[in-house]
C-alpha cells in the first residue's frame, strides 16, 4: 500500500477527488486530500479533503520529500508545471498520476514502474471507471521491464543507465543474458537467455562483482555489461565491545563485506545478543542504514545449527562462543532458513559475520 496526497483545482474535480479519496482509503492506502480554498465545500470536509493553504509548488515540493505518490486531479499542464522543480531520480521520486475532472483518463506521468505510477494509474481507472494511459515502451509492447521485475522482488538495481541500455536490448530484439544465483521459479523472460554472455547481462546476486569462477567472468564478452539486481536477504551478526562507536561498526562492516565480495546493499537486518539490544553505537548504525534489529539470549544462539568460531573470550563475557556467527544464522533460521556466508571477521573491537536466507526468484 501506498502513502498518497491528491489534489483538486476545480469545483467537479473536487467531487471526484473526495470519492477517490473514500475509495484509496478503503483500498488500504494512506490517502490525504487537497482542495483549493475557494472550491472546498462542507461536503468535501465531510469526505477528508483539505484546503491548500499553501502556493501549489511548496505543497508538491512537501509531497515530494514525504509520500509514495501524487494524484493530480485536472490539467495535465498544471502538474507538469508543479513537478518540474523537484523531479531529480527515478529511483527516489514518488509516482504521479494525472486524472481529467470527469475521471476518464488517469495518466501515469512519472516513475511509472520504480515509483508505481502505472499500477496506480490503472488502479485509479478502476475506481473511476476511466482508461489508464500507460506510455512506457516496455508496457505497451509487452515485453519485461528490468525496473518493474526489480521493483516487485525488491531487488536493488546496481546502475539505473545500464538498466535502461538491457531495456533498449530487449525493445530492439538484442539478446541479453539472464543469471542468477538463487534457484528461478518460472521461465526465463522473452528477451534473454542462460546460455550465453551477452553484450548486456542481468545477474541475481549479492556480490560486488563476478569472481574468476563465475560464469559471467569466464565468458563475459570484450565491454560486456552486467547488471546486478541483489536480493535483500543478507543478516548480519554482530558483536562489539560496550561502548563502541557506529563509525567504529560502520568501519568494520564495511571492510568485512568488502574483503567478502558482498554487496552491501544486500544486508536486511541485524541480529546480536540481547545484552547489547541498548548499545548505543550499535542501534545508531542499525537507523542510519535502515535495517531490522533482532536480539538473542545466549541460550538462544547455542541452539544454532552449524560450525561455528569459538572463542573462550567471549564465552566468558556472554555465556556463548560466539555471537556474531550464532545470531546471523539464528535469524536466518528464523526467517524461514539460511545458511552462513561469512564468517567471523574481527577487528578494532567488532566482530561481523553474514548469514544469506533461503530465497528463490519468482519469474
Known amino acids: 500500500m501506498m502513502r498518497l496526497s491528491l489534489i483538486c483545482f476545480t469545483g467537479a474535480g473536487a467531487k471526484l477527488g473526495a470519492r477517490l479519496l473514500k475509495e484509496l482509503k478503503r483500498d ?11 472550491f472546498l465545500n462542507p461536503f468535501h470536509e465531510a469526505n477528508g479533503l483539505e484546503p491548500l493553504k499553501s502556493s501549489l509548488q511548496e505543497w ?5 520529500e514525504t509520500r509514495d505518490g501524487l494524484i493530480f486531479i485536472g490539467a495535465a499542464g498544471i502538474a507538469v508545471r508543479a513537478i518540474a522543480p523537484w523531479v531529480k531520480d527515478k529511483r527516489t521520486d514518488p509516482a504521479v498520476v494525472v486524472i481529467d475532472d470527469s475521471g476518464r483518463f488517469s495518466i501515469s506521468l512519472l516513475s511509472g514502474h520504480l515509483g508505481g505510477a502505472n499500477g496506480l494509474a490503472e488502479e485509479t481507472a478502476k475506481l473511476t471507471g476511466g482508461i489508464p494511459v500507460i506510455t512506457t515502451a516496455t508496457d505497451i509492447h509487452g515485453r519485461f521491464a ?16 545500464t538498466a535502461k541500455a538491457v531495456s533498449a536490448d530487449v525493445l530492439a530484439g538484442e539478446p541479453v543474458g539472464f543469471f542468477s ?33 563465475d560464469f559471467l567472468k569466464l565468458f563475459l564478452p570484450e565491454g560486456g555489461e552486467v547488471l546486478r539486481l541483489v536480493p535483500r536477504i543478507v543478516i548480519l551478526g554482530i558483536g562489539c565491545k560496550r561502548g563502541t562507536e557506529k563509525e567504529r561498526i560502520e568501519a568494520a562492516v564495511e571492510e568485512a563485506l568488502s574483503r567478502w565480495n558482498i554487496e552491501p546493499e544486500s544486508a536486511a537486518a541485524v541480529a546480536t545478543i540481547d545484552i547489547k539490544k541498548e548499545e548505543a553505537g550499535l542501534l545508531s548504525y542499525v537507523r542510519e542504514h535502515g535495517l531490522s534489529f533482532q536480539t538473542y539470549s545466549a541460550e ?32 536466518a533460521e528464523d526467517l524461514g532458513g539460511g545458511k552462513l556466508m561469512m564468517r567471523k571477521q574481527a577487528g578494532g573491537g567488532v566482530t561481523v559475520a553474514a548469514a544469506v536466507r533461503d530465497w528463490k526468484v519468482k519469474l
Open 300 to 331: 538462544r544462539l547455542l541452539q544454532a545449527e552449524g560450525e561455528f568460531s569459538p572463542s573462550s573470550f567471549v564465552k566468558e563475557i556472554t555465556g556463548v562462543d560466539n555471537v556474531c556467527e550464532r545470531a546471523a544464522v539464528s535469524l
Open 28 to 38: 488500504g492506502h494512506e490517502c490525504r486530500g487537497y482542495v483549493l480554498e475557494k
Open 146 to 161: 528490468v525496473d518493474n521485475f526489480a521493483k516487485e522482488q525488491g531487488l536493488w538495481i546496481s546502475d539505473m543507465k
Open 60 to 64: 508538491t515540493g512537501n509531497q515530494f
Open 181 to 213: 544465483d538463487f534457484p528461478a521459479a518460472g521461465s526465463v523472460p522473452e528477451g534473454f537467455t542462460q546460455k550465453e554472455s551477452c553484450k548486456r547481462n542481468v545477474w541475481i546476486t549479492v556480490k560486488r562483482y563476478p569472481e574468476n569462477y
